[in-house]
Structure formats: C-alpha cells, structure tokens
C-alpha cells in the first residue's frame, strides 16, 4: 500500500518511449527484408505457382471474368503513354523552332494529341532550343576568344604591348 503512494520515478511519459525526433531504430530496416506475412504466402505457394498458373488460365478460358482479369492484366500490362503519331518538322537550328511549334499546335487542334502530349512535346522542342543556344554560345565565345588572341599577337605571332596615348578633354 506504502509504496502506491511514493511518486514515479522520472522518465519519459508512458505513450512516448523515444526522445521527440529520434527513431527507436534509427537505422530503420535492413534493405531486401521482407515482411512476415508475404514470407509466409510465398512458403504456402512454393512449388505450386504452375499449377496455379494452370488453374487461373482454365478458368478465364471457361469463362470466369475474374479470372480473364487477372490473366489479361498479366500478359497486357496497362499502358503508361501511347504512341504519337505526328510529324515534327527537323530542328536544325534556332529558325526552326516556330515551325516545330507551330506543327505541335495544328496537331493538339486537330485532335491528333491531347493537351498533355502537346505539353511534353512542346518541353522536348524547348530542350532543343536550350541545346541549340548553348551550343551557339559556345561557338561565338571561341570565335571571340580566338579572334582577341589574334590581335594580341603582333604580326611575328609575339604578343605585342604598345602603350596607348590618348587624351579625355
């Protein structure tokens, strides 16, 4: 009776046995473990998938729709995205942007793709002109950096340093 009476030693309260914040196993699962339960399915199934194979495509050929699902799922997976079937005229360089787009945009009014595809299209036309401008810019900063590197060398191909005289009034 005595000792219901004393307090409760310090400590973390009942319902939270863990610091705020802190995991009680920070290093969380193991990779590649699996659950209990899928364990203990795939020991109950070992060795009888083919037959269970067997069985689903009997039925589905008997008729069970349930049974059509599952095997029409499993050999037809559902599809993700669908072909488009549209031409896009080549992109060779900056000018041949508002061709490409404007090919993208006859097509999403016709009805040949919906608004999406026109989307994703329209950002792999915008790719393209992010490549063609880098590429460009490439181009002209070598052809600036070579072109100053010329005119710093002097006619013997040694650089040259001439004071330049000049006068701000």
Same mark, same amino acid.
């Given at each position: 009776m005595a000792d219901q009476l004393l307090p409760k030693p310090p400590g973390l309260p009942r319902g939270r046995p863990f610091e705020k914040g802190r995991s009680g196993n920070p290093g969380g699962r193991r990779a590649g473990s699996r659950n209990k339960a899928t364990l203990a399915a795939a020991a109950l199934l070992e060795g009888e998938a083919e037959a269970l194979t067997r069985r689903a495509v009997e039925l589905?050929?008997?008729?069970?729709?349930?049974?059509? &699902? &599952?095997?029409?799922?499993?050999? %037809?997976?559902?599809?993700?995205?669908?072909?488009?079937? @549209? =031409? &896009?005229?080549?992109?060779? =360089?900056?000018?041949?942007? $508002?061709?490409?787009?404007?090919?993208?945009?006859? $097509?999403?009014?016709?009805?040949?793709?919906?608004?999406?595809?026109?989307?994703?299209? $329209?950002?792999v036309v915008d790719t393209f002109v992010r490549a063609i401008e880098t590429?460009? @810019?490439?181009?002209? %900063?070598? %052809?600036?950096?070579? =072109? %100053?590197?010329?005119n710093a060398l002097g006619p013997a191909g040694v650089a040259s340093i001439q004071p330049r005289v000049g006068f701000n009034f």
């Open positions: 589905a050929l008997g008729g069970d729709p349930t049974a059509m &699902l &599952l095997c029409v799922e499993r050999i %037809l997976p559902p599809c993700r995205e669908r072909t488009v079937n @549209f =031409s &896009l005229p080549a992109i060779e =360089s900056a000018a041949d942007i $508002a061709a490409a787009m404007k090919a993208v945009t006859a $097509a999403l009014a016709g009805g040949a793709i919906t608004p999406g595809e026109a989307e994703r299209i $329209a950002a590429s460009d @810019f490439e181009r002209r %900063l070598k %052809l600036a950096e070579d =072109s %100053l590197a010329r």
